[in-house]
């Protein structure tokens, strides 16, 4: 099963570098070394966002 996932990934990178025009490894790196840091720093900043707004509403509460 695991095998059959990793390989259908492996499809799906190569068929979107055919599809762009690139190659197989620059769409590897796009994705796993420049877009899952930006996702991962952009859900960090929605975190910390949101908690600021839940403290703000916690402490009108309180009043």
């Given at each position: 099963m695991i095998d059959y996932l990793f390989y259908l990934c492996v499809d799906i990178l190569v068929w979107i570098a055919n599809f762009t025009g690139t190659s197989y490894e620059f769409?590897?790196?796009?994705?796993?070394?420049?877009?899952?840091?930006?996702?991962?720093?952009?859900l960090l900043l929605i975190i910390y966002f949101?908690?600021?707004?839940?403290?703000?509403?916690?402490?009108?509460l309180d009043l």
């Open positions: 769409v590897n790196i796009v994705i796993f070394v420049v877009g899952y840091p930006l996702f991962a720093i952009a949101q908690y600021k707004k839940i403290k703000k509403i916690e402490h009108k």
